[in-house]
């Protein structure tokens, strides 16, 4: 919501304020199609030349999610601890029946209950294998605690090549519009014998291109690279949440401190409360 307001507002604070100073925007409008085709162009074009296809559609969706905002939330948060929490249970108690939760998590009824949880591969992944390794007397809480760190910073990398993408597009813009700036110079001097209300109009349609170049660069581009690369690292904390609790785990704690280990390792804004925590974990005691 406030991405589309800060579009909004960025595009009506500068033409406005440029009509109310009386700018004329027909010299925008008639050479804006022409310089946004150099300039677009090319900034498209560089960026698919620079980036891999699996970098350029993360940074198409990455463009929705800036909107959007970060993936995980306290309810997540919530039904990944009660998750953890159900498993570790079944670690403690039945190890033989955990086979069936983590070689086909899919058809598990546990993991069922929480689809969006189920919907993520890195995040079914990251609990699976590293059960699967427990049970194989893999166990040693700081061998896992270092690969699950190395694994979660491999997945934290690949996940941050979008906004550098970006970043690196709004970084090439204002050069890109300083090249259809010096076209147009070109295309002005090449009409020199033009009266100089012509060559005035050919010579602001030219800098049109600067203003173009800065403008998507400053106002557009570098701050959807900005905010999808906070939206990524404020979903990268979830991976923590879930490291927390299954080295806990491992070190043999109490499956009730395992999971208040995760709840507290949570940034503050998806951190769910004690009490609510509790009160899911009781439900599940209940139920079990």
Known sequence: MFGVIGIVLTFLMVFGGY??????????LYSLPFELMIIGGAAI??????NEMTVI???????????KGPRWHETDVQDVLCLL?????????????????????EASPIFQVYPRILADEHVVALITDTLRSASLNY??????????????????????????????????LPALGIVAAVLGVIKTMSSIDQPPEVLGKMIGGALVGTFLGVFLAYGIVAPFAQRLNAVTKQ????????????????HQH???????????????????????????????????
């Open 254 to 288: 109490a499956t009730n401190l395992c999971v208040e280990v995760g709840r507290q390792s949570a940034p503050e804004h998806i951190r769910p409360a004690f009490g609510d925590l509790e009160s899911s974990l009781r439900e599940l005691k209940r139920a079990s």
């Open 57 to 67: 559609r993360q940074a198409l969706t990455g463009v929705g999610r800036s909107l």
């Open 19 to 28: 009509s109310l100073a009386g700018g004329n925007l027909d010299i925008i």
């Open 139 to 172: 166990d040693d809480p700081y061998q896992v605690e270092e690969m699950l760190s190395q694994r979660i910073g491999l997945i934290n990398k690949e996940a941050m090549h979008a906004p550098h993408a970006l970043q690196n597009m709004a970084d090439a």
């Open 45 to 50: 074009g560089s960026f698919l030349l620079s």
């Open 85 to 105: 929490f159900r498993l570790l249970r079944i670690v403690r108690t039945s190890p033989v029946e955990l086979e069936e939760h983590i070689e086909n998590p």
């Open 235 to 250: 979903d990268q904390a979830f991976y923590d949440v879930i490291k927390s609790v299954l080295v806990a785990g491992l």
